[in-house]
């Protein structure tokens, strides 16, 4: 009997550490596909809002315009997002995670219009 609670306790852990795991590979997978389709991709910011807004789509990121923040200057694009996902941990028990990230992406030679 005891080793059927060591193992329901094992099988809910790995659970828990199989969801969060999941959450946040896709989140560095998302993170890493908008970081370099910002530095090869569309140079207009209403292109930029409009890519990432897709990729958060394809990448089921629940990710809002108001929640993304994109501007530049001459040679600097800024890249702000932050997102909150509902992540099943436990069977029928989910926790809201807090996901952001920032980043500039510096123009070598480029002039952006």
Same mark, same amino acid.
């Given at each position: 009997?005891?080793?059927? $609670?060591?193992?329901? !306790?094992?099988?809910?852990? &790995?659970?828990?550490? +199989?969801?969060? /795991?999941?959450?946040?590979? *896709? +989140? +560095? *997978?998302? #993170? &890493?596909? =908008?970081?370099?389709? $910002?530095?090869?991709?569309?140079?207009?910011?209403?292109?930029?809002?409009?890519? @990432?807004? &897709?990729?958060?789509?394809?990448?089921? $990121?629940?990710?809002?315009?108001?929640?993304? @923040? $994109?501007?530049?200057?001459?040679?600097? !694009?800024? =890249? &702000?997002? #932050?997102? #909150?996902?509902? !992540?099943? =941990?436990?069977?029928?028990?989910?926790?809201?995670? %807090?996901?952001?990230?920032?980043?500039?992406? @510096? #123009? %070598? /030679?480029?002039?952006?219009?």
């Amino acid at each position: 009997m005891k080793g059927l $609670v060591q193992l329901a !306790i094992a099988a809910l852990l &790995d659970h828990a550490a +199989y969801r969060v /795991g999941t959450e946040y590979l *896709t +989140y +560095y *997978t998302f #993170q &890493d596909a =908008v970081h370099e389709m $910002v530095r090869f991709g569309p140079r207009d910011k209403a292109a930029l809002r409009a890519e @990432v807004l &897709d990729m958060a789509a394809a990448y089921s $990121v629940p990710l809002d315009d108001e929640n993304l @923040v $994109v501007n530049r200057n001459d040679r600097t !694009i800024h =890249v &702000d997002v #932050q997102y #909150q996902k509902a !992540i099943e =941990v436990f069977p029928a028990y989910s926790r809201p995670w %807090h996901f952001e990230w920032t980043f500039d992406v @510096v #123009q %070598h /030679g480029v002039r952006l219009r």
